[in-house]
Nanobody, 124 residues
Framework: QAQLVEAGGGMVEAGGSLRLSCTVS???????MGWYRQGVGKQRELVAT???????NYLESVKGRFAISKDNIKHEFYLQMNRLNSEDTADYYC??????????WGRGTQVTVWGRGTQVTVSS
């Protein structure tokens, strides 16, 4: 049985929004929760973290656009992503560190941001 399950990925037009969710197994006593992402050919990077005391940390490029939050009753946490751009295209993973400092990872959910295109005019 998966300990962490992500949902909410998909394809979105540049400028749009998506909300990712991570459902955490009830037997995990969460200390810190976070979202990471990995683009094609890139290293996995931290996107946002949230401690149970409410302290947050964000990747510089997502500050002001993304927000991490939690629902203690549902044992879930979320990543609201606004004003998405092509640089945000990646596989997103949720991670939890419990009170024993054990880390758990979700399997990932894909986010693809497609551009609006640009018109090319050819004249002769």
């Amino acid at each position: 049985q998966a300990q962490l399950v992500e949902a909410g990925g998909g394809m979105v037009e540049a400028g749009g929004s998506l909300r990712l969710s991570c459902t955490v197994s009830p037997n995990i006593q969460i200390s810190t929760m976070g979202w990471y992402r990995q683009g094609v050919g890139k290293q996995r990077e931290l996107v946002a973290t949230l401690t149970t005391s409410g302290y947050t940390n964000y990747l510089e490029s997502v500050k002001g656009r993304f927000a991490i939050s939690k629902d203690n009753i549902k044992h879930e946490f979320y990543l609201q992503m606004n004003r998405l751009n092509s640089e945000d295209t990646a596989d997103y993973y949720c991670k939890v560190v419990d009170r024993r400092r054990l880390a758990y990872w979700g399997r990932g959910t894909q986010v693809t941001v497609w551009g609006r295109g640009t018109q090319v005019t050819v004249s002769s």
